[in-house]
C-alpha cells in the first residue's frame, strides 16, 4: 500500500523506546512493538526442535525488565520442591509450578515474619540495576513486580484465601494491609530507578469479570 516517505523514514529511525511510547500515544508505527518471554527450559525444546538456537537473536524485545535481586529460595533438588521468599513450598518438576504448603497455613499473622526489603533491595542490586538500564537505554524499560492478589493466595493457597475472603473477611483484609505494606518499599525502590515504566503482576480478572466480585473488590 501507499505510505508516506517521509514518514516511513521517520519511523525507521525510532528506537525500541520510541515505538513503545508511540503506541502508547496511539501513534501509529511501522510495525507493532512486542516482547516476548520464554523459559529457557522451553527454549531449549525449541532450540532442540531447529537444530539451533539461532532463533533466539531474531528477538528483539522492544520491552525490557530490569532484573530483580537474586533471591534465593531454598531448593531440595531431591525431594524436587522448593520455599520461596516468603516461606511456601513449590514442587519443580511441574509447569506450572503446585503450591505443596502455603507460609501461612491459617488465618493468622501470629508469629509470622515478613522477609527484609533491605537485604536484597540494597546498593548491589541497585547497582546492577542501573547498568542494565544503561544497558538497554534505547529500549523501554520496566521494574517492579508488585502483587498483592498474587502474594496472597500464594501465601495462603488459593483455595485458603477465597474461603478467607468469604468467611473471614477481616483476616483477609488484615492480610491484605499486611502485604500491601511490605511491597511499598518495593515499589519505592524500583521508583527510584530511572525506568520508563513500572509493572504491576496482579491478575484481578477473569473472562466475567473481577474475580472476587466488583461489590468486594471496590470495598477492599
Not at 46 to 68: A, E, F, L, T
Not at 94 to 114: D, W
Not at 172 to 201: N, R, T
Request: hydrophobic share 40%; proline share 5%.
Amino acid at each position: 500500500y501507499n505510505i508516506n516517505l517521509n514518514l516511513y523514514i521517520q519511523w525507521r529511525k525510532m528506537s525500541p523506546k520510541q515505538r513503545v511510547k508511540s503506541q502508547i500515544e496511539h501513534r501509529e508505527t511501522d510495525f507493532i512493538p512486542y516482547t516476548l518471554y520464554y523459559e529457557e527450559e522451553i527454549a531449549a525444546k525449541v532450540d532442540q526442535y531447529y537444530g539451533s538456537d539461532r532463533w533466539r537473536k531474531k528477538i528483539d524485545n522492544m520491552i525490557v525488565h530490569v532484573p530483580g535481586p537474586d533471591i534465593t529460595d531454598s531448593v531440595d533438588e531431591k525431594k524436587r520442591i522448593r520455599k520461596d521468599w516468603y516461606g511456601s513450598t513449590w514442587t519443580i518438576d511441574k509447569r506450572p509450578c503446585v503450591l505443596i504448603e502455603p507460609a501461612l497455613k491459617a488465618s493468622s499473622l501470629e508469629g509470622y515474619h515478613f522477609p527484609d526489603v533491605d537485604a536484597f533491595w540494597n546498593s548491589t542490586w541497585e547497582k546492577k540495576a542501573l547498568q542494565f538500564i544503561d544497558e538497554h537505554k534505547d529500549y523501554f524499560s520496566i521494574a517492579g513486580g508488585i502483587q498483592v492478589f498474587e502474594r496472597i493466595w500464594y501465601m495462603r493457597g488459593f483455595e485458603n484465601a477465597f474461603v478467607d475472603l468469604a468467611v473471614n473477611p477481616e483476616f483477609y483484609e488484615e492480610l491484605f494491609d499486611a502485604v500491601v505494606e511490605h511491597q511499598i518499599p518495593i515499589l519505592d525502590k524500583a521508583l527510584s530507578l530511572p525506568v520508563d515504566g513500572i509493572i504491576f503482576a496482579d491478575d484481578w480478572g477473569m473472562q466475567t469479570g473481577v474475580i472476587i466480585g466488583a461489590e468486594r473488590w471496590r470495598k477492599i
